[in-house]
């Protein structure tokens, strides 16, 4: 399973750190993906990193402003995010992948095996 931690408010501008842990399986042989999904609209991915060469992809939306990374010891993900804005409130998801590699099409769901149960990100002054 997976289970993220590491949500909460944070004031437009700021920046949080949300992490994901796995158990069960070991992260570190697959992709890891961040998805997140806002009240009323569809899920939306928006950061992968492979797990051979650790290549990132990031969605138009978030580019520049969030980073993805791993720590194999620990068998966890992070997302960094910075310059929050209150379009980026949404519950927060990570997934682990069905392979190695970010597939394409990068955010179809069926490309990852493992979902976290999310986590609140509010960005509100």
């Known amino acids: 399973q997976l289970v993220e931690s590491g949500g909460g408010l944070v004031q437009p501008g700021g920046s949080l750190r949300i992490s994901c842990v796995a158990s069960g399986f070991t992260l570190g042989e697959r992709a890891i993906g961040w998805f997140r999904q806002a009240p009323g609209k569809e899920r939306e991915g928006v950061a992968c990193?492979?797990?051979?060469?650790?290549?990132?992809e990031y969605s138009d939306s978030v580019k520049g402003r969030f980073s993805i990374s791993r720590d194999n010891d620990k068998n966890a993900g992070y997302l960094q995010m910075n310059n929050l804005e209150p379009e980026d409130t949404a519950i927060y998801f990570c997934?682990?992948?069905?392979?190695?590699?970010?597939?394409?099409?990068?955010?179809?769901?069926?490309?990852?095996?493992?979902w976290g149960q999310g986590t609140q990100v509010t960005v509100s002054s």
């Open positions: 990193m492979s797990a051979i060469d650790g290549r990132t």
């Open positions: 997934a682990a992948g069905r392979f190695t590699v970010c597939m394409k099409p990068l955010w179809s769901a069926n490309n990852y095996k493992y």
